[in-house]
């Protein structure tokens, strides 16, 4: 009586319990989803040529929203009122002159109609002229390069990486408000100035876009291509790299702060006293431990990403570091290989993206972590005279 009575408390034995189970599953389910968020429409617009965007999208979603009302419906009711149930009977015509011309004049019309507005939009996005500053975005696997070419801060450059901790992406602590939309150094800009941004990659085809913007240009390998905004109100906005780019295509967001005259000025100040502070001095002999500590964070910024921290990788796309014939092979095809990349395979080159210090500083990180231990020096001379090879 005792496991008679145990086997009917089982709701999972019995096709009763088995619905039970899985009804309550599904609710479940559909409860997470209620928390989630439902935006149905495009992000606010905070440009001019967004608003266009917007009203043209709004515009189109009704024209297609009454054609299918109107085409649905002449659909069903033929359905239900000339069924062959009811003594309908098929017509018997090969042709009808006035139909045919209707249904060739009118999708016209609709074309012609939606056309002007889309084909002004479409110009207006290609207008860079007259641009107040220009800035350079270089798509890299997986960051962004940015360089002020003109305006008052031009010289300025840096890195954009992404700045989600790694913890919340391995689902190790919780996920954040901007989960893989944060980085390290936005792109910031003055509010209401013409911005034009130049875009360009060095390995696969990126794209930089920012929907609030109603920006979306693809940065391609050996072109330059361009677009512009104007952001009429200050604040973060955020996008991400649009095309399908490699492993970590979706760890590549863009994040642009719009700021008033004032605070950007303040910021190019800023950004040139700590260039100027933070430039390395060509003639300094350095030493290993400097090296190893400053190599560590390169790594961790640009390397662990593919190749793990611990040096592992992910192979065979991502080949371990640790004990690896390259990094215990001479030092010569080691920095060739973090310089050029490989060409082929997923490793880029970041002889474009480091400085020489960098680059000295990470290959003898590697070559020293982990069971490598090899002991060796390298100084910023060795990779300069590389360059000049």
């Known amino acids: 009586m005792a496991r008679h009575s145990n086997n009917k408390g089982d709701t999972s034995r019995s096709p009763h319990g088995a619905a039970v189970l899985t009804l309550a599953g599904l609710l479940g389910v559909f409860s997470n989803a209620a928390n989630a968020a439902w935006e149905l429409n495009l992000q606010l617009p905070v440009t001019a040529l967004a608003r266009r965007v917007y009203d043209l999208h709004t515009l189109l979603t ?32 090969h042709d009808n002159t006035a139909v045919e011309i209707a ?132 604040g973060t906005y955020r996008g991400q790299c649009s095309e399908l780019c490699g492993k970590d295509h979706g760890f590549m967001p863009v994040v642009v702060e719009v700021v008033s005259a004032e605070k950007y000025a303040a910021w190019v100040a800023e950004q040139k006293k700590a260039m100027a502070a933070n430039a390395d001095d060509p003639a300094k002999v350095w030493k290993l431990d ?64 480091l400085s020489d210090t960098d680059i000295a500083a990470v290959v003898a990180y590697e070559r020293n972590a982990w069971s490598n231990k090899l002991g060796e020096l390298i100084q910023p001379a060795e990779v300069k005279a590389l360059r000049g090879k």
């Open 103 to 234: 249904w060739t004049v009118v999708p016209t019309l609709i074309l012609i109609a939606i056309a002007f507005p889309a084909t002004s939009a479409l110009v207006a996005m290609r207008d860079t002229s007259q641009s107040d500053l220009t800035i350079k975005a270089t798509g890299y696997q997986w960051k962004w390069g940015y360089e002020y070419v003109t305006g008052d801060a031009a010289g300025v450059k840096f890195m954009s990486v992404l700045s989600t901790p790694r913890e919340q992406i391995d689902n190790k602590a919780p996920k954040g408000e901007h989960y893989l939309l944060e980085v390290d150094h936005p792109l910031v800009v003055p509010v209401g100035k013409k911005v034009r941004m130049l875009l360009t990659a060095t390995d696969v085809i990126h794209n930089w876009s920012v929907p609030a913007f109603a920006v979306k240009t693809d940065a391609v390998p050996g072109f330059l291509r361009d677009t512009w905004f104007r952001a009429e109100k200050e």
């Open 62 to 93: 009704w024209v297609i929203f009454i054609i299918f009302v109107g085409v649905f419906a002449v659909v069903t009711w033929s359905i239900i009122f000339h069924r062959k149930s009811i003594g309908h009977k098929a017509a018997d015509f």
């Open 290 to 353: 400097e090296l190893l500590a400053r190599g560590e964070k390169v790594y961790t910024t640009n390397c662990a990403a593919c190749h793990q921290p611990t040096g592992a990788g992910l192979p065979p796309v991502f080949p371990a570091l640790d004990g690896s014939k390259i990094v215990k092979g001479p030092k010569a095809a080691h920095l060739d290989i973090v310089m050029k990349g490989k060409p082929g395979t997923a490793m880029a080159p970041f002889g474009a993206q």
